[in-house]
């Protein structure tokens, strides 16, 4: 059983920082996708990035968030990190860790991820 769990939320100022990691387990698939998505009260979740070891390059939803996160991956370690830089009060969210294993190309869509982390909260104060 595929099991991820998230560390590092917390709160924060606006412009500050924080690192989310998240720990995989329960998995020997070379091929997967990881990504980070991200709930704020009232909206539906979102994709904001996502690896896949089936993919040249990471993606992100939007330039905005390309700007400021930056996601990686140790394979080795099965851990999957986001450095949030610049955060802003909009960026206040759960934010989840996701995983499709077995992945076989770039997958974005939120019903592709077949396994779930319990969400850490992010909290940015202006």
């Known amino acids: 059983q595929v099991r991820l769990v998230e560390s590092g939320g917390g709160s924060v100022q606006a412009g500050g920082s924080l690192r989310l990691s998240c720990a995989a387990s329960?998995?020997?698939?070379?091929?997967?996708?990881m990504g980070w998505f991200r709930q704020a009260p009232g909206n539906e979740r979102e994709a904001v990035t996502i690896f896949c070891t089936t993919a040249n390059k990471p993606y992100y939803a939007d330039d905005s968030l390309k700007d400021r996160f930056t996601i990686s991956h140790d394979n080795a370690k099965k851990t999957l990190s986001l450095q949030m830089n610049s955060l802003k009060p909009e960026d206040t969210a759960l934010y989840y860790c996701?995983?499709?294993?077995?992945?076989?190309?770039?997958?974005?869509?939120?019903?592709?991820?077949?396994?779930w982390g319990q969400g850490i909260q992010v909290t940015v104060s202006s």
């Open positions: 329960g998995y020997t698939e070379s091929r997967y996708c």
């Open positions: 996701a995983a499709k294993v077995p992945a076989s190309a770039l997958y974005v869509r939120e019903s592709s991820f077949n396994y």
